[in-house]
């Protein structure tokens, strides 16, 4: 089969042809019909990831396709049955070996596209905003990195639970994407004074932070009283250090989120949330954006046009 590979970390992932897997116990064996990317591809290819599977490994973190084999033990799923899956790495080839813990099956009403979309990006900010923040109707959200594959469900999301949503993206176009997506007030993250847009805006309750920065303590800085900050990835690059003295004098929360994380210590919670947002794409309350696909034989076009910033929500991966 067909699998885009990384042979040594730091060198360029390429496509190979390697034996087909075989499910293990507990496992399925999915034959892929398309595979997310995640900003995440590129840590995990310059070894900056916090999960470090050891090369040579295939790259893609969730997927959508068809059951082709349960491995042993494993009941619940048959072949051809539609399936989600997220299994960490191995997505983007034309097989994949799933723990059946980690699929669920396809809701009618979703496509292999929206399947192999929603996982991370809907699942990180459904329980950054939800489960950890407990955002509230009429509280005011700030997202940064708006346009991007977690900050674009975030600005949905909020939308959803009833929250006022600014939005910080790059230029007019991606924030005319965050606008669609429900924003109620843009702001370009290139123009200077985030801090005061954030305060002619009236305030902030909630902050998704996917980017890092300056903009997180630009945001901290306009953040009302018992305010909850959330530390979702550092896309720009840069880790901000959280004078702590402002947390105290302004009743303010900092709270880091990682979706993958609860896997190991409370995996119910996130295919509980996986469930309920399945659920609400396949009835249409919430629309997964697709920016772009590219076929397999394309990872590195699509790689890099995540790295590039040239693309808006998710980009896709799809196989023959
Ligand atoms: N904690 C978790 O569980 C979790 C889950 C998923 C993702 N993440 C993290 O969240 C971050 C976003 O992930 P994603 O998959 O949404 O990525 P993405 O689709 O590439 O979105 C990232 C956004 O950040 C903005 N950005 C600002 N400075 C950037 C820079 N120097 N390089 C690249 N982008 C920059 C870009 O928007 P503009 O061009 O409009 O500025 C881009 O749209 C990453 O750090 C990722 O590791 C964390």
Redesign the pocket.
């Known amino acids: 089969m067909h699998a885009f590979r990384l042979a040594a970390v730091g060198s360029p992932p390429a496509l190979a042809r390697i034996a087909r897997p075989d499910p293990g116990p507990g496992e399925v064996l999915v034959r892929v019909a398309a595979c997310g ?4 591809d ?2 995990m290819i310059e070894g900056r ?1 916090q999960e470090r599977p050891e090369p040579p490994f295939t790259l893609g973190m969730e997927l959508a396709g068809r059951v082709e084999a349960p491995g042993p033990g494993v009941t619940g799923f048959r072949p051809g049955d539609p399936v989600a899956g997220f299994p960490g790495i191995g997505g983007l080839a034309d097989y994949a070996v799933v723990p059946a813990n980690r699929c669920l099956k396809l809701p009618a009403g979703m496509d292999m596209l929206q399947g192999a979309a929603f996982q ?2 809907y ?2 900010a459904h ?2 905003l939800g489960h950890k923040a407990r955002l509230l109707p009429g509280e005011t959200l700030f997202v ?9 469900t975030a600005v949905e999301i909020g939308k959803r639970m009833g929250a006022r949503v600014i939005a ?4 007019a176009a ?1 924030l005319e994407t965050a606008r669609q997506a429900g924003a109620d007030v843009l702001i370009d ?2 123009a200077p004074d985030l801090s005061r847009a954030l305060k002619a805006a009236g305030g902030v309750d909630v902050v998704c932070d ?4 300056p903009a997180f303590l630009e945001a901290l800085r306009s953040t009302r009283p018992e305010g909850r900050l959330l ?7 840069e880790v901000p250090q959280v004078p702590a003295n402002l947390l105290l004098v302004k009743n303010l929360s900092v709270m ?6 609860y896997l190991a210590f409370r995996p119910d919670i996130l295919t509980d949330s996986l469930a309920t947002l399945a659920g609400w794409i396949a009835a249409g309350a919430l629309h997964p954006h697709i920016g772009q696909t590219f076929p397999l034989e394309q990872a590195v076009e699509a790689l890099a046009a ?2 590039e ?1 040239r ?5 896709v991966v799809t196989m023959a």
């Open positions: 990317l995640n900003f995440a590129l840590l990831y991370i990006a699942g990180t329980l950054a940064t990195g708006a346009a991007g594959g977690v900050g674009l910080s993206a790059r230029g991606r993250s290139d996917t980017v890092g920065g530390t979702i990835g550092f896309a720009g690059g880091g989120l990682y979706w993958g994380g995540l790295r910033r693309t808006t929500g998710k980009i």
